[in-house]
C-alpha cells in the first residue's frame, strides 16, 4: 500500500485533505474552510470535517471577520462541535487577532488621517460583543507610544472616566491622542452620549494641551464587513 505521501491530491480521503496539503504542500495552499477542518479535527457520522468546516463558515456568509465573532455557544449548534472543539477554534481565533495586534504593537506606527487610526485598534475591538472605549497616544510625530483600555462595559454603553484617559497620556508623555469605541450592533452612528463624551475631552484636551486627533467608532457591520466612524472627517473636531 503507497504512503499518503506519494499519493496525488485526488488519491487523498477528503476528510485528510487539509492535513496532507499543510504536510505536503504549503500552508497557503489550504483554503479558509480547510483550515478550520485542522482545528475541528473530526468530522460526525454522514459529515466529513471538510464538509463541517465548510457548513460552519458559510454560517459566517464566508467571512473570517463574521467568524471572529463566535462565541462557544455559537459553534455548539452544529452537530459535532462540543466544548473542546468550540474552545479550540475560538482560541485560534484569538490567538490571530492577537497576532495581527501584536504586528502593529511592535513596529513603529506613524499616523497620517483616521483610516491609519481605524487600521490600529479595529483588530483589537471590532469583534467584541461588548463595548470597549480605548485611548492611543502619540508624540510629536504621530507616532503611537501607548494605548489604554480606560473602560468596558455593556451591548450599547460603556461609562468613560475621562480623568484615566489623560492619566494615561501624561504617563507616556503624549503630545497627541485619539479614543475610539465600539458599537457591537454594527452600526458606526454616534448616539449623543457619543457626541457629549467627544465634546468634554475636546474641552478637556485643550486645558491639558493635548491634541485630540479624532474618536472612532469602530466594528462590523451586518453585512460582516469593517467599517468606522471618524469625529474629525464629520466635522466634529
Known amino acids: 500500500m503507497k504512503e499518503k505521501h506519494n499519493l496525488t491530491l485526488n ?21 479558509e474552510a480547510e483550515l478550520l477542518a485542522i482545528i475541528i479535527g473530526s468530522g460526525v457520522p454522514g459529515q466529513n470535517v471538510v464538509d463541517l ?5 458559510a454560517s459566517a456568509d464566508q467571512n473570517l471577520m463574521t467568524l471572529s465573532r463566535y462565541e462557544i455557544a455559537d459553534f455548539k449548534r ?4 462540543g466544548d473542546a472543539k468550540a474552545v479550540s477554534i475560538v482560541a485560534a ?21 483616521s483610516k491609519d487610526i481605524a487600521q490600529y485598534i479595529r483588530p483589537l475591538i471590532s469583534d467584541l460583543n461588548h463595548e470597549e472605549f ?3 497616544y502619540f ?22 472616566d475621562i480623568r484615566l484617559i489623560f492619566k494615561g497620556a501624561l504617563k507616556c508623555n ?20 457619543d457626541k457629549t463624551l467627544t465634546t468634554n475631552i475636546y474641552e478637556a484636551s485643550r486645558l491639558m494641551r493635548i491634541t ?25 473636531l
Request: with cysteine; net charge neutral; aromatic share 8%.
Open 139 to 160: 508624540n510629536s510625530r504621530n507616532k503611537v507610544i501607548g494605548r489604554e483600555l480606560i473602560c468596558k462595559g455593556g451591548l450599547n454603553t460603556t461609562p468613560v
Open 212 to 236: 485630540l486627533l479624532d474618536h472612532l467608532i469602530v466594528g462590523i457591520d451586518p453585512s460582516g464587513k469593517p467599517g468606522f466612524f471618524s469625529f474629525h472627517d464629520e466635522g466634529y
Open 134 to 136: 480605548h485611548a492611543i
Open 53 to 57: 468546516a465548510k457548513e460552519i463558515y
Open 93 to 113: 481565533m484569538e490567538l490571530a487577532t492577537r497576532l495581527y495586534q501584536k504586528r502593529w504593537d511592535e513596529k513603529e506606527v506613524i499616523v497620517h488621517e
Open 78 to 81: 452544529f452537530n459535532g462541535i
Open 11 to 31: 488519491d487523498w480521503d477528503s476528510a485528510d485533505k487539509p492535513r496532507e496539503k499543510m504536510i505536503n504542500l504549503s500552508r497557503k495552499n489550504l483554503t
Open 174 to 193: 503624549a503630545t497627541a491622542m485619539a479614543v475610539a469605541h465600539n458599537h457591537p450592533s454594527g452600526s458606526f452612528v454616534p448616539s449623543q452620549n
